[in-house]
């Protein structure tokens, strides 16, 4: 049962890496190369900052800590 949500994940991936792959070749064939590539590198840095930001921002909850059952019980 855990197969289907990993192999729901990776075509999603792949899905979006293609989308991404051809709306850069659309670009690139109307602005220069190197600007698409710079502009893709700043977009995914961004992209990234501010999902660590939304991850950090949340605390973990606090941790059960195990305690040892009383002697002689």
Not at 12 to 39: D, K, N, W
């Amino acid at each position: 049962m855990r197969g289907r949500p990993m192999s729901l994940l990776g075509a999603g991936i792949m899905t979006l890496q293609g989308r991404g792959m051809a709306v850069g070749g659309a670009v690139a064939a109307v602005v220069p190369p190197h600007l698409v590539i710079c502009a893709a590198d700043l977009l995914g840095t961004v992209s990234v900052l501010g999902v660590l930001r939304s991850v950090r921002g949340h605390q973990a909850p606090p941790r059960l800590e195990h305690r040892s059952p009383p002697q002689g019980a």
